[in-house]
């Protein structure tokens, strides 16, 4: 970027800056297609020319299955060119879940490859488009510039991602130009991705974490890779080696996985990569601690965060040697604290609601007022604040130490416990490679269940000398793998599911 040239106001601003900077570097490569970031911003432009002859317009929504596809970026940019709103679903979402989501968000175009999902679409009467209408789009760089369309303001509304919901239908997290471009902005004010980083990411795009690695790649000029949750098991080694990653976002399984096959492969260790980012689920201390033996000069980003405010805080490199259990300070040109059940701000040290405050707050839920005004909220005149539902505490220098999310908390014999601490306790044991906890319901009491070459009595017997007697299940079940969301995260209906089908484990 020129130092004539205007911060970036908009989404697609970062891709044309990047453009400006380094109009012939990969942007990014998708099955050994790899576009520059130059190419890329002209495909955007025709492929946002091509949306606009098909009828889309300022605020409409624009639906795509998030299945890995060159055309993904290219999209995306070309929806927040003309002010649509864009949404990416998960390619594992279909049936009653993805009806709901096209009933809810009512698109105006649906594109995907999938033709169960576009018999769906089609029956509800939304207009559908796959890749053989638009491919034609990446090799745009030798037509005619299309006619600039009419830019979107600052404030418009430019992605929808519904989450995931343990017990209703999935609601959309409604975000502005400018509420992403703030974001990925102060992440990237602390991560630092660079223009000789290649940053290799097996996360769906429908994951928050997995979409803004393209606008991170974008401020740092820096080479993605995007991949697919299958491409991280294990060829990862190779693939990893392959592109020469410097750059990994990873989620705890993915992690724990990296390290396994470290732990078998030494002599594979990929030395190029140089930085490690973790949130979505808490990232266990060991499996930090053979990644870095492994990898010497790895630095590793704890984080926390959520979709409505994408991220909260980002621990500095390898701050998690000396505040071990904490995830980091508010991002920069944020605010992060804790309430108690008045809503009165909590001291250092004292646990609470987790409560976040910034630029990068969501502007609220898709045709939800009553969610919104429960979750997005003005305390003493500031305005936005986002309660997260989620608990911990901050030390004396703003560090924040996370407890637990709203629906890990239940109750065991009159106490509170936090299976997020039961988890953390379970990996401590010997021989256990992961843990999860899921809390108790009317049929059955709260259930641990732990991966590794260990016997439920002996993991039960050794939580005692971790964590208080009230706090520890009462039940252990060892399973050959935890069952994981299309995100990497553990899945808690497949945990469930094992729960009832206890041939495949050992109970205890």
């Not at 911003?41 to 025709?46: F, K, L």
């Not at 750059?247 to 990929?270: D, K, M, N």
């Not at 997005?376 to 608990?391: A, C, I, N, S, W």
């Not at 999860?436 to 259930?447: F, G, N, Q």
């Amino acid at each position: 970027m020129s130092p004539q040239s205007p911060p970036p106001a908009l989404l697609h601003d970062l891709l044309d800056h990047a453009a400006a900077r380094r109009p012939d570097d990969p942007a990014f490569t998708v099955a050994e297609r790899t576009l520059g970031y130059a190419e890329l911003a002209r495909a955007s432009r025709h492929a946002a020319q091509w949306l606009r002859s098909a009828g889309l317009d300022r605020g409409d929504r624009f639906l795509l299955d998030a299945r890995l596809n060159p055309l993904l970026p290219v999209l995306v940019f070309a929806a927040a060119r003309i002010g649509a709103v864009f949404s990416l679903i998960h390619e594992q979402v279909r049936g009653v879940q993805l009806e709901h989501i096209l009933d809810d968000s009512e698109p105006a175009l649906f594109f995907s490859d999938a033709p169960q999902s576009l018999d769906i679409a089609a029956r509800k009467g939304v207009r559908t488009v796959g890749s053989p209408d638009v491919s034609a789009l990446l090799d745009s760089r030798h037509g005619v510039e299309p006619e600039p369309v009419t830019a979107p303001l600052a404030v418009d509304p430019v992605c929808m991602i519904y989450t995931s919901g343990t017990t209703s239908l999935p609601k959309a997290v409604v975000s502005t130009h400018q509420q992403m471009v703030f974001a990925a902005q102060a992440v990237q004010q602390v991560l630092r991705y660079g223009d000789d980083d290649v940053v290799y990411s097996p996360l769906p795009l429908s994951f928050d974490y997995g979409l803004y690695q393209v606008f991170l790649s974008a401020l740092g000029g820096s080479h993605l890779h995007l991949a697919t949750p299958g491409d991280a098991g294990p060829a990862l080694l190779t693939r990893l080696a392959g592109c020469g990653a410097t750059v990994l976002p990873a989620v705890p399984s993915l992690a724990e996985g990296l390290a396994a096959l470290l732990r078998r492969r030494p002599g594979r260790a990929p030395q190029t990569l140089r930085m490690l980012t973790n949130t979505g689920a808490a990232m266990p201390q060991q499996t930090l601690t053979d990644l870095r033996a492994a990898l010497p000069r790895l630095r590793v980003h704890l984080m926390f965060g959520l979709t409505e405010c994408k991220r909260a805080t980002i621990m500095p490199a390898d701050g998690d040697l000396a505040r071990p259990g904490s995830s980091g300070r508010a991002l920069p040109g944020t605010e992060v604290f804790v309430i108690d059940e008045e809503g009165r701000r909590c001291p250092p040290g004292e646990t609470g609601e987790i409560v976040v405050r910034g630029p990068h707050v969501m502007s609220g839920y898709w045709r939800r007022p009553e969610a919104t005004a429960q979750r997005f909220f003005r305390v003493d005149g500031l305005f936005p604040q986002l309660r997260t539902g989620d608990y911990g505490w901050l030390d004396d220098e703003g560090y924040l130490y996370f407890t637990g999310r709203r629906d890990d908390l239940y109750k065991a014999n009159g106490f509170r416990v936090s299976a997020g601490e039961v988890e953390a306790a379970a990996r401590r044991t010997a021989g256990v490679e992961s843990a999860a906890v899921l809390p108790p319901a009317e049929d059955r009491p709260a259930t641990l269940f732990v991966t590794g070459a260990v016997r439920p009595e002996d993991v039960l017997l050794a939580l005692r000398e971790e964590i208080e007697d009230f706090k520890i299940p009462p039940r252990c079940v060892v399973l050959e793998a935890l069952p994981l969301t299309g995100n990497g995260k553990v899945d808690r209906d497949g945990l469930a599911a094992a729960l009832r089908t206890e041939g495949h484990a050992h109970a205890g």
